[in-house]
T-cell receptor
């Protein structure tokens, strides 16, 4: 089946630094979603992307839908302690089955 | 402005018992999805339901697992004769439509532990 690989697997960064993570797929999607999950909670939707090449921002977060439709990138600028968590990408092909295919996750830890 | 509600949040069962997980979608959402998450892994799709219909159950194990979304009341994920390997977090998501835009909103999950 489809598989989404995220890198890096984990990151340990200083407060104030910018963060970049990416997600690659073996097949194309027509929608990309980025979620954040904190311990003991469900994933929370951060950004949704619907067109190849699209660049979308949500506060300090910026995500891009890759031109090939097989990848997506998430950037976090000026990280703060509350950015700690696991970030998941998810791909979706609407119109057929609407199931999300999740990536393997990037664990972000922020040092003060 | 209630989001997706799931209960119970934690469920402990002994091997061979039944587990029943409930999900109430966001008000006005008629599409429900169930996912399973093992420790240190991403979420894996199990089943997609609309009111009274199963649309896609390609991620559901063939035996012991069933799901429903009745006309009235919450969606139920039922696991019969649980085994240790069923221990996981089970998440429910809902969306207003399966078409673009399709943004699935997740509940807090039910953490099932099988002793």
């Amino acid at each position: 089946g489809q598989q989404l690989n995220q890198s890096p697997q984990s990151m340990f960064i200083q407060e104030g630094e910018d963060v970049s993570m990416n997600c690659t797929s073996s097949s194309i999607f027509n929608t990309w979603l980025w979620y954040k999950q904190e311990p003991g909670e469900g994933p929370v939707l951060l950004i949704a992307l619907y067109k190849a090449g699209e660049l979308t921002s949500n506060g300090r977060l910026t995500a891009q839908f890759g031109i090939t439709r097989k990848d997506s990138f998430l950037n976090i600028s000026a990280s703060i302690p509350s950015d700690v968590g696991i970030y998941f990408c998810a791909g979706l092909n609407t119109g057929t089955a609407s199931k999300l295919t999740f990536g393997t996750g990037t664990r972000l830890q922020v040092m003060l | 402005n209630a989001g997706v509600m799931q209960n119970p949040r934690h469920l402990v069962r002994r091997r061979g018992q039944e587990a029943r997980l409930r999900c109430s979608p966001v008000k006005g959402h008629s599409h429900v999805y169930w996912y399973r998450q093992l420790p240190e892994e991403g979420l894996k799709f199990m089943v997609y339901l609309q009111k009274e219909n199963i649309i896609d159950e390609s991620g559901m194990p063939k035996e012991r697992f069933s799901a429903e979304f009745p006309k009235e009341g919450p969606s139920i994920l039922r696991i019969q004769q649980v085994v240790r390997g069923d221990s996981a977090a089970y998440f429910c998501a809902s969306s207003p439509t399966p078409r673009v835009p399709n943004e699935q909103f997740f509940g807090p999950g039910t953490r099932l532990t099988v002793l």
